[in-house]
């Protein structure tokens, strides 16, 4: 596939790589070569099969807009911009393309979101919640999109709140803790990425997945077809 790599920071850079390891046509633009999404017309992305996006959230939107204008569908490993989901997804069906979005992209990660959705049911035993999720000092959205997600699921599955608490630090990869705590015990599940790699690898496969599709999507849901 033809493959074209929104941003060059350390997880575009190993997407980048990734994708040409899987024998992918790959091309990458910086921040500074895609300003306001201005390279992202509907003539430069000839020939393109799939987009995808590890930029920034000031910047993401913007050009999943152009990217669904232009036709061409769309993988967004960046977080930041959720309260925008239901007017992308307007825009995507309507234009009858494809995109397909996720907190973390890493297998791990996603089987971790289903262990958390069979412990959420704790807080309905009298065990309270808590979050901690530790990144790098350069990550720009606080709490994660993982942390998040995680704690939506967990709001749905034990019918309760649990609060995130956020650290930025050296460059961690990404650590995310959920506890549990009553009176008699403590319920301790984590998942704590080494590398990058896991991310990487998920997002070329993603984009593989949605080549050729329509709809939208998000990665929790569709990662066991990949």
């Not at 309270?128 to 995680?150: C, M, N, V, W, Y």
């Not at 050729?212 to 999507?217: D, P, V």
Request: glycine share 10%; charged share 20%.
């Amino acid at each position: 596939m033809n493959l074209l790599i929104l941003g060059r920071g350390k997880t575009g850079s190993l997407v980048a790589q990734t994708a040409s390891q899987r024998r992918h046509h790959v091309r990458v633009l910086s921040a500074a070569e895609n300003e306001d999404a201005a390279a992202l017309t509907a003539d430069a992305l000839t020939g393109t099969d799939v987009v995808i996006d590890f930029t920034t959230p000031a910047a993401v939107v913007a050009n999943a807009e152009a990217c669904i204008a232009a036709k061409k569908n769309l993988v967004i490993g960046t977080t930041g911009w959720y309260e925008e989901v239901t007017r992308l997804r307007e825009m995507v069906l309507a234009a009858k393309t494809g995109l397909l979005y996720g907190p973390n992209f890493s297998i791990g990660v996603n089987l971790f979101f289903e262990i958390a959705a069979t412990a959420g049911a704790a807080l309905q035993y009298g065990y309270s919640g808590q979050i901690f999720e530790r990144h790098h000092e350069q990550k720009k959205d606080a709490p994660s999109g993982t942390a998040i997600i995680l704690q939506n699921i967990v709001r749905e599955c034990g019918g309760a709140e649990v609060e995130i608490v956020s650290f930025r630090e050296g460059d961690a990869v990404g650590m995310h803790e959920l506890v549990f705590n009553s009176p008699s015990d403590r319920i301790y599940l984590c998942h704590d990425a080494k590398s990058r790699q896991g991310y990487a690898e998920g997002a070329v496969r993603a984009a593989e997945w949605l080549a050729g599709k329509t709809g939208f999507f998000e990665f929790r849901n569709v990662w066991r077809e990949l």
